[in-house]
């Protein structure tokens, strides 16, 4: 099975007016005028996953989810273990 991968792209271009200085084109006194354009382009491109690719990676993310999951469980249960196990060794001496 194929999967689309949606990418975007921003493009951004910048134009300056007014590129002489600012001494040769006021008067003292007067202000200096700069304008300055932006445009933002927004472009979406699509990609196909071929070689499933998408799909692995969305696999192998669930793995390390999963095993991390089972590394905190396993942490959880050694902790209540041990925990246990000195209880009922204070409760023996007693």
Not at 16 to 21: E, G, I, K, T, V
Not at 52 to 69: D, G
């Amino acid at each position: 099975m194929w999967y689309l991968k949606r990418q975007s792209h921003k493009c951004q271009g910048h134009c300056f007016f007014a590129c002489r200085s600012a001494t040769d084109l006021t008067r003292p006194g007067e202000p200096r005028i700069t304008k300055q354009f932006n445009v933002d382009l927004g472009i979406t491109a699509w990609e196909i996953d071929f070689f499933s690719r998408i799909r692995s990676l969305k696999r192998q993310a669930l793995e390390q989810y999963l095993a991390t999951e089972e590394a905190r469980r396993s942490a959880q249960i050694s902790l209540v273990s041990e925990v246990a196990r000195v209880y009922l060794a204070l409760a023996a001496d007693r």
